[in-house]
């Protein structure tokens, strides 16, 4: 169901603890106007000139408690009204959060991170502001112009008040001039932070390229740019709000002359009494400075506004990969018989498609490799049996099930995937292994260690398990990081296991061990290599051989030799390239043991 606004939901779920905030406003602001009352008597008693000292000392107490009911009463509703806008914050936060845990790859694919952190941090900052010091003020104004109105009508003078008050209108007209303009600027503020966000997030992530390739001094010209572009966003959005204080305080100021030159001239003509006089213009500064508020809260308003639509935007967002229609939620187990007829797919977008009528069976416990030139779909077609993307129905099935059939929380927690991004997170070695929503035991975090041929690194280092990782896993080397994606997802024991390129950064003897080790695990369960060596997919029992989305060759290890083609190319070149590796460490040595025996004889 569509989401149409946060602000109106917000208030009508906590409509009773508003009335209550709203209640203690108004007994402040109550107190408040006893003030000028309380001076006007005074003023007038002063001139009559029958004030004993015991009197002037009842005023005094009366003030001070008028004081202290003010204080308490003013901090009570704040306390208690911005507690509300705390409690929207978090709510808003913490659901922002879900939604976009629901949200598919491709639209974190589309999207900058610096442009997600602004929505989780200004944007829902500035909801917060709105209902905390724009709703405050709001009441606030509201409840005093109107008290402060009738006091002033009633117990001083209705034309002085009509005259003082001709002004006002105008701060409104002000505020409808000036609205388009800050909400503008506002966005564009927004629009700026965003972009330098994201380019301080490229710049950590990246720091190690910007090094290797000198690009300091390029890198930053471009923050300088971004940064110069903040400012002057941030510039030209004060300026503006300053012009609109500016004009509004002169609208105020001009009332004040109104009330001082009217009110002055009534106090000369005995229309009014001195009294009356102090008592109308302390209830005029009572109101102005709500008044004022009442103009930047319209700003803060148009500001909420525009936050609270790019919120909606992202909360009205349909997550594209949830359980189809036709999921069976019975189907809580894969046992990983895989079978895909005539899929073709193309990514949202793509002009071309990614994968062309691919035909495939694995057999439950089978291993199927996938090799291929760089962009064939390798990755595609592994994205497409954990549903990271949709295929269209009809065309994958896992254990005769159409794949839309099975719940995603069965297909996701049975297959493990070794994605080509080894994303480790900035916990310890052993919450990255055990990364899964089952709890795992030491023995079985050291187990996984172990296969994955990671384990002796690890008992090497200071804190063992628990060495803390940098963001990224950046604190392991490349092939460290890629076996400890490979334990993470054979801890889970899936029915089907997916390295998608994973064995890459490891040499041949360790890969020779990790499959080794894997076959214990993957017994009677499903396995699938995407490689681009040779020696990581001969042993499959079938291979396959992608070129432009489409299967061009398949059949095991020999087989595919004797066909003679892409495949066969692949390993003699690689044969080559291993013989040539061969050829060069051997003249190495032979070049470092002549000069050594040159050494000795000289
Ligand atoms: N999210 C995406 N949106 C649009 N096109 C994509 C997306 N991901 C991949 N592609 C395109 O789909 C094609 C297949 O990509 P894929 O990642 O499956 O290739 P691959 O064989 O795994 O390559 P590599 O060996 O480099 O990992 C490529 O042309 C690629 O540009």
């Known amino acids: 169901m569509e989401r149409k606004n946060i602000f109106w939901d917000h208030i009508k779920a906590n409509r009773w603890p508003y009335v209550i905030g ?13 003030i000028p009352w309380l001076l006007g008597r005074f003023t007038d008693s002063l001139q009559i000139g029958g004030l004993t000292y015991g009197q002037a000392v009842n005023f005094a107490v009366w003030m001070a408690s008028a004081g202290l009911g003010i204080a308490f009463f003013r901090s009570a509703s704040r306390i208690y009204m911005f507690r509300l806008s705390r409690q929207l914050e978090m709510r808003v936060r913490g659901e922002l959060f879900a939604h976009w845990e629901k949200l598919s790859a491709q639209y974190f694919n589309n999207r900058r991170i610096g442009d997600l952190m602004s929505h989780a941090i200004s944007d829902v900052g500035v909801i917060r502001e709105v209902t905390m010091q724009g709703y405050y003020n709001v009441m606030e104004a509201l409840f005093l112009i109107v ?7 009633s117990f001083v003078n209705p034309w002085l008040t009509l005259l003082t008050m001709l002004p006002l209108p105008l701060l409104s007209l002000l505020a409808y001039r000036f609205n388009k303009q800050i909400m503008q600027q506002s966005a564009d503020m927004q629009a700026a932070i965003s972009d330098l966000t994201s380019r301080v997030q490229e710049f950590t992530a990246g720091i190690r390229v910007i090094k290797a390739f000198v ?42 002359l109104v009330s001082v030159v009217v009110g002055g001239i009534m106090v000369l003509k005995d229309v009014i009494t001195l009294g009356e006089f102090v008592a109308f213009n302390t209830y005029l500064s009572l109101l102005m400075g709500p008044i004022e508020n009442l103009g930047k809260v319209v700003n803060l308003l148009q500001r909420g506004k525009a936050s609270e639509l790019r919120l909606l935007e992202i909360f009205n967002t349909q997550p594209d990969i949830v359980d189809d229609v036709i999921a069976k ?23 071309r498609p990614a994968l062309r009528d ?20 390798k990755s595609t077609l592994v994205h497409l049996l954990v549903r990271l993307y949709n295929p269209p129905r009809g065309t994958v099935f896992i254990d005769g099930h159409d794949i839309h059939e099975i719940p995603l ?71 460290q990081r890629q076996r400890v994606s490979i334990a993470r997802a054979v801890i889970k024991k899936p029915s089907v296991l997916i390295f998608d390129d994973s064995l890459s950064a490891v040499d041949t003897i360790t890969e020779d061990r990790i499959l ?40 095991n290890h020999e087989q595919l030799l004797a066909l003679n083609g892409i495949y066969a190319d692949m390993y003699h070149k690689q044969l080559l390239d291993q013989e040539a590796e061969r050829q060069d460490v051997k003249t190495r040595r032979q070049g470092s043991s002549v000069l050594l025996q040159g050494g000795t004889g000289a």
């Not at 939620?329 to 002009?351: S, V």
Request: glycine content about 8%; hydrophobic content about 40%; charged content about 20%.
């Open 147 to 153: 008290v402060s109105v009738t006091a002033m009508v």
């Open 409 to 479: 929380k069965t297909l996701r927690g049975q297959i493990g995937i070794v994605p080509q991004d080894q994303f480790l997170f900035s916990s310890t070695i052993r919450d990255n292994i055990g990364f899964d929503p089952k709890p795992y035991s030491d023995e079985q975090v050291a187990e996984a260690a172990k296969i994955a041929q990671v384990y002796d690194n690890i008992v090497e280092f200071p804190h063992q398990f628990d060495t803390p990782l940098g963001e990224r896993g950046i604190s392991l080397s490349g092939g």
């Open 215 to 256: 690009q300091e001094q390029a890198v930053r010209k471009l923050f300088a740019q971004d940064n110069q572009h903040a400012v002057n966003m941030n510039r030209r959005f004060v300026r503006s709000n300053s012009l609109f204080g500016a004009l509004s305080a002169g609208i105020v100021g001009f009332s004040f």
């Open 358 to 377: 691919i035909s495939l069976t694995i057999p439950k416990g089978s291993s199927l490799a996938i090799v291929g030139r760089v962009g064939s779909g």
């Open 516 to 555: 080794e080790g894997l076959k214990s695990v993957m017994n009677q369960r499903t396995t699938i290599i995407i490689g681009h060596r040779i020696s990581s997919v001969q042993h499959a029992d079938r291979i396959i051989v992608m070129d432009e989305g489409r299967i061009v060759e398949q059949g």
């Open 22 to 34: 709203f209640a203690l406003l108004s007994i402040s602001s109550m107190l408040q106007l006893i």
């Open 329 to 351: 939620p019975e189907i809580d187990r894969i046992h990983g018989d895989i079978e895909i007829r005539n899929l073709t797919f193309a990514y949202p977008e793509a002009k």
